[in-house]
């Protein structure tokens, strides 16, 4: 229900602009969840001006945000355990979206992740560069004494991007929206939330 509130921001942006208006289907909902919104833009309605995508980008967050904040949003199964189960084992945990602020506070409150994250990052605050432009501000906050034991965990390219830029291991969750051949970079793959601690476990004794 979240991602279909987008998908209906995005097309009424797009009717308004003088272009057919459109409705997506969950599949191609599913393609762009996680994306940075400039990238969707320029592929289903490229030439659309800056102040036009800023209007209805708007327009779809406070749908997704009423909906959350009604209960439509749902965590991945396992979610919550997997993130108390890593916390409990002495690791920092730090979130990073493509998301802008507002819709990253709605959720870090709703779902109280404070509990579990030690920092929150989002696209907006930084210009809404890529992340992996982002983790070096991450990096600073959170120093490592070898920087290499950061473990990038995410379901799309410009997740594992991170670490392929950055030399860190990563592991592609195929539970999300992203499809293998966006992960096959990854150091490692994860089939559930349930199995992630297991995961990155793992990782850790290879380093």
């Given amino acids: 229900a ?15 602009a003088g272009r057919t208006p459109f409705a997506l289907s969950d599949e191609e909902i599913g393609r762009w969840i996680g994306h940075a919104g400039s990238d969707v833009w320029e592929v289903i309605a490229p030439g659309i001006d800056e102040e036009t995508k800023k209007a209805y980008f708007a327009l779809a967050g406070a749908d997704m945000k009423r909906l959350v904040l009604a209960g439509k949003a749902r965590l991945y199964p396992h979610a919550l355990e997997a993130l108390t189960e890593l916390k409990a084992a002495g690791h920092t945990l730090v979130f990073l979206s493509n998301c802008n602020r507002d819709y990253m506070e709605t959720h870090r409150e709703y779902f109280g992740l404070t509990e579990y994250f030690s920092g929150f990052y989002n696209a907006e605050d930084y210009g809404y560069a890529p992340k992996h432009r982002i983790f070096p501000f991450i990096a600073k906050a959170f120093p490592e004494e070898n920087p290499r034991h950061y473990i990038v965990i995410g379901d799309r390219h410009c997740d594992i991007a991170v670490a392929t830029t950055h030399g860190l291991k990563s592991i592609g969750c195929t539970y999300g929206y992203g499809k293998p051949e966006e992960l096959e970079e990854a150091t490692a793959l994860c089939n559930s939330a349930a199995t992630l601690p297991q995961r990155v476990e793992e990782l850790l004794q290879r380093m």
Avoid: D, F, H, L
């Fill in 2 to 16: 979240v991602a279909q509130a987008a998908s209906a921001g995005v097309a009424t942006g797009v009717s308004a």
